[in-house]
């Protein structure tokens, strides 16, 4: 937000330096983020007259002129097409730095004529972008010779840019700055101007309509209009001009540069149409899909239903609240105008904006929501002007719909503000401080009755009021203090979860992977891949259309990630990240995950090429052994999980699985990413991941305080090998639990080392050989003692799958 000192003057009646100013609107919440000062920058530059102006001697295009500089007479060397014998000009003796150009000037010859100075142009002083010719004054100011610039053009007026929060539509406008420097007691505000002569004799002859379906009523609930007939719109002008081009808007006709200074002035944006290319009534209604109109940037814009827009009988002309069209733009020729001042939905507006790819300052002021009470004040202020600026005859004012004001009565004790800030203010400080900043308040006690003011839509309760009589009074006078200190030890805070989440982490990194922080938002497409997508988790106002979606998965980022990492010649990547993924919008849809991505030959042993092999790329089992990992870790014995092959559709069918607790606890997904995914993400495959259910796993057993006896055998263990002839469809795991449950006493490890499949063993059989360890704790086995077990083993092998040892 930009504005000068003298315009903050037309509001503030006050005698305050400006440096004072600006320090207490930082102060205030108003972050001053520079002040320009042109009086600096251009008070070496004077009014000067062309004494005479002669072509050089050496060159066609240049003319060596003697200026009178007020100071004497200089000789100049000038490359200006308009450069001649008695115009006024602006000239910029030696040593001047010219901005426009950022040099310095000294004294040397051009085409061997010397030149003592220079006669500049609007672009060199960075007043506009015209360069075609040095600035030409007029004689209306050849009494000015010798003078300073900026003192005859009233350029010595400070500009102030102030950083706005987004809870602050009252100060997009002028008005509201002065309303709170004056509630800081550093001047006056100035009572509203009266706009006379507005209302005109005869009716508006362009019908307002209101077109929109009852669920889409919000987004134009009111819009008023005013005709004025027989305008001459010339230029606007010249303090008009000076500021609006100070705060960097080029001035355009009276009719624009009015709406563009209301919008400054007042946070209050008007639209102004050329009557006479409008085609019957005017009305504000639902876009239909496909629909287009050329906008006043010059581009083709495409409407999609749900965009709130501005239509005649046969046009649309522009979007509600962003931009007009160019076929109802106004232009020098204009002399019949409708004036629009309206009320547009703050959401709606800005998803429009968004959708349109537009930014303008009239979607920055309605998105955040203008004030819904100054429509007919906002159209009466625009016609005073444009009468001023442009003559004309106005109609009377034309009102479709009602303002969409919301009364919002707060119950208020003075005493939270001691409560809540710690600060000790008198009542009657506080109710001036309100009152100043145009709230009121009914009661004559402690406790009152506060009504907010239309212009501030985000005060909604008790504790807002007093952060704003703690901001005017001053945040740096709020007295510090301290956290209470907690004798003693203090309990532990973090949840289970919560630790588990850090230990994850730990755990994780000292396999080689390296944390990563994605996105918690999707494209919808990638999060219905994932299973997700529902209109539940889609985002009212997404950061982009690329992060519509609350993700389902970690996955999505975790795999872009790793691309992003490899497109930079990182082949081999492996990351892990511990964060929230959703299910619904219910608390118990949003879970905990840990999960990781191996691309590449990135494996816990080691990844890339090497003297003595190339290593193989992450497989199933490098992840399986990841989420096996964290599992343990997190209290979970992987062994007693079962594992099944019913893991999501994102992982490869055949090269992936599941771990459970039973039928209903799911711990963990782990394999191969199926390449369709891969292809839905654009990932270079292969890659391999996994995904464990951190806040579904079981809670820990607590662990007594006492420490249990070591047990540690003193004797050897003994290896006993078998081999079984299975169906082909038998699951190794399926064997090992079955050997594992012969003697749980005395097995302590059941491992396959060989899987042989062949034509020898007959159709739709494999061999499977497993090594079973034998751990004795009290005696040294005897022979007769291992055969038992073996046969146990072999038995049991068999009642669970069916398989007989090999012969």
């Known amino acids: 937000m930009k504005f000068t000192f003298n315009w903050l003057r037309d509001h503030l009646d006050t005698t305050t330096p400006l440096d004072e100013i600006v320090d207490r609107l930082s102060i205030i919440g108003l972050e001053v983020e520079g002040v320009e000062e042109p009086a600096k920058a251009l008070s070496p530059f004077v009014i000067a007259r062309v004494v005479d102006a002669k072509p050089h001697p050496n060159a066609d295009k240049l003319r060596v002129c003697q200026v009178d500089t007020g100071s004497g007479v200089v000789e100049v060397v000038c490359?200006?097409?308009?450069?001649?014998?008695?115009?006024?000009?602006?000239?910029?003796?030696?040593?001047?730095?010219?901005?426009?150009?950022?040099?310095?000037?000294?004294?040397?010859?051009?085409?061997?004529?010397?030149?003592?100075?220079?006669?500049?142009?609007?672009?060199?002083?960075?007043?506009s972008e015209d360069h075609e010719g040095i600035i030409d004054l007029g004689e209306a100011h050849a009494k000015d010779v010798g003078?300073?610039?900026?003192?005859?053009?009233?350029?010595?007026?400070?500009?102030?840019?102030?950083?706005?929060?987004?809870?602050?539509?009252?100060?997009?406008?002028?008005?509201?700055?002065?309303?709170?420097?004056?509630?800081?007691?550093?001047?006056?505000?100035?009572?509203?101007?009266?706009?006379?002569?507005?209302?005109?004799?005869?009716?508006?002859?362009?019908?307002?309509l209101l077109e929109f379906p009852p669920e889409l009523k919000h987004a134009c609930p009111v819009f008023a209009g005013r005709y004025i007939r027989g305008i001459k719109n010339g230029h606007s002008?010249?303090?008009?001009?000076?500021?609006?081009?100070?705060?960097?808007?080029?001035?355009?006709?009276?009719?624009?540069?009015?709406?563009?200074?209301?919008?400054i002035d007042r946070g209050r944006p008007l639209h102004v149409y050329d009557a006479d290319r409008v085609i019957g009534a005017i009305r504000a209604r639902n876009g239909r899909n496909g629909e287009r109109f050329l906008g006043l940037d010059g581009k083709e814009h495409i409407v999609e239903d749900g965009m709130c827009v501005i239509a005649d009988t046969?046009?649309?002309?522009?979007?509600?609240?962003?931009?007009?069209?160019?076929?109802?733009?106004?232009?020098?020729?204009?002399?019949?105008?409708?004036?629009?001042?309206?009320?547009?939905?703050?959401?709606?507006?800005?998803?429009?904006?968004?959708?349109?790819?537009?930014?303008?300052?009239?979607?920055?002021?309605f998105e955040r929501g203008v004030d819904p009470a100054f429509i007919k004040g906002g159209l009466d202020l625009g016609t005073r002007l444009m009468l001023d600026f442009a003559g004309g005859e106005p109609s009377r004012a034309k009102i479709a719909g009602k303002e969409p004001i919301k009364k919002t009565v707060i119950s208020f004790a003075f005493s939270r503000v001691k409560k809540l800030a710690g600060l000790d203010l008198k009542t009657s400080d506080a109710r001036k401080t309100l009152n100043a900043l145009g709230f009121e308040i009914d009661g004559p006690g402690e406790n009152v009755k506060v009504t907010v003011p239309t212009w501030r839509p985000d005060v909604h309760g008790a504790a807002d009021v007093v952060e704003e009589i703690v901001r005017i009074a001053g945040l740096d006078k709020v007295p510090p203090a301290a956290?209470?200190?907690?004798?003693?030890?203090?309990?532990?805070?973090?949840?289970?979860?919560?630790?588990?989440?850090?230990?994850?982490?730990?755990?994780?990194?000292?396999?080689g992977m390296v944390e990563a922080i994605t996105w918690s938002f999707t494209p919808r497409a990638w999060a219905e891949h994932f299973g997700g997508g529902s209109d539940a988790l889609e985002l009212a106002n997404p950061i982009s259309t690329e992060m519509s979606s609350m993700r389902p998965s970690l996955l999505p980022g975790l795999l872009t990630a790793a691309q992003r990492n490899r497109n930079r010649g990182f082949a081999d990547v492996a990351l892990f990240e511990v964060g929230q993924a959703y299910k619904g919008d219910k608390p118990e849809d949003q879970l905990l995950l840990a999960s990781g991505v191996r691309a590449g030959a990135a494996q816990l042993i080691g990844h890339g090429r090497h003297w003595d092999g190339a290593a193989k790329p992450a497989d199933v089992f490098d992840v399986k052994a990841d989420a096996a990992a964290l599992l343990a870790a997190l209290g979970i014995d992987p062994a007693r999980a079962q594992i099944t092959r019913d893991a999501p559709a994102w992982f490869h069918p055949g090269r992936s699985g599941t771990l459970r607790l039973g039928p209903k606890v799911v711990l963990a997904h782990f394999g191969e990413i199926h390449p369709a995914t891969l292809k839905t993400l654009d990932v270079t495959g292969p890659a391999s991941a996994f995904e464990v259910f951190v806040s579904a796993?079981?809670?820990?057993?607590?662990?007594?305080?006492?420490?249990?006896?070591?047990?540690?055998?003193?004797?050897?263990?003994?290896?006993?090998?078998?081999?079984?002839?299975?169906?082909?469809?038998?699951?190794?795991?399926?064997?090992?639990?079955?050997?594992?449950?012969?003697?749980?006493?005395?097995?302590?490890?059941v491992r396959v080392f060989d899987l042989f499949e062949g034509d020898a063993l007959g159709a739709g059989k494999k061999s499977l050989a497993i090594e079973v360890t034998l751990s004795p704790t009290e005696k040294t086995l005897t022979d007769a003692e291992i055969d038992a077990v073996s046969k146990k083993v072999i038995a049991e092998v068999k009642r669970a799958t069916g398989g007989d040892v090999r012969g």
């Open 697 to 749: 796993l079981p809670a820990e057993k607590r662990k007594a305080r006492a420490r249990s006896p070591l047990a540690a055998a003193d004797l050897l263990p003994v290896r006993r090998d078998f081999a079984f002839l299975l169906d082909r469809d038998v699951a190794a795991g399926d064997v090992i639990k079955a050997a594992s449950a012969a003697d749980k006493a005395l097995i302590s490890n």
């Open 147 to 208: 003078k300073r610039y900026v003192d005859i053009m009233g350029l010595d007026d400070p500009v102030i840019e102030v950083k706005l929060t987004p809870n602050r539509p009252d100060c997009t406008g002028v008005r509201g700055i002065a309303r709170d420097i004056a509630a800081c007691g550093l001047g006056k505000l100035k009572p509203e101007l009266p706009t006379p002569g507005v209302e005109g004799k005869y009716e508006c002859p362009i019908d307002i």
């Open 314 to 365: 046969q046009h649309v002309l522009g979007f509600g609240g962003i931009m007009g069209g160019e076929e109802s733009g106004s232009t020098h020729e204009t002399t019949n105008v409708l004036i629009e001042c309206a009320y547009f939905d703050p959401l709606l507006t800005a998803a429009t904006g968004r959708k349109a790819g537009l930014q303008t300052d009239a979607r920055y002021r």
């Open 483 to 511: 956290m209470p200190r907690q004798h003693g030890v203090t309990r532990a805070v973090l949840t289970d979860v919560q630790k588990r989440a850090r230990r994850a982490r730990r755990v994780l990194a000292t396999r």
């Open 237 to 263: 002008p010249a303090w008009v001009q000076q500021r609006l081009k100070a705060i960097g808007l080029r001035p355009i006709n009276a009719v624009v540069d009015v709406t563009n200074y209301v919008s």
């Open 79 to 127: 490359g200006a097409p308009n450069a001649r014998t008695g115009m006024i000009g602006v000239f910029a003796p030696l040593g001047s730095y010219i901005p426009g150009t950022g040099i310095t000037l000294d004294k040397r010859p051009v085409r061997g004529v010397v030149s003592n100075g220079m006669l500049v142009s609007e672009r060199e002083l960075e007043l």
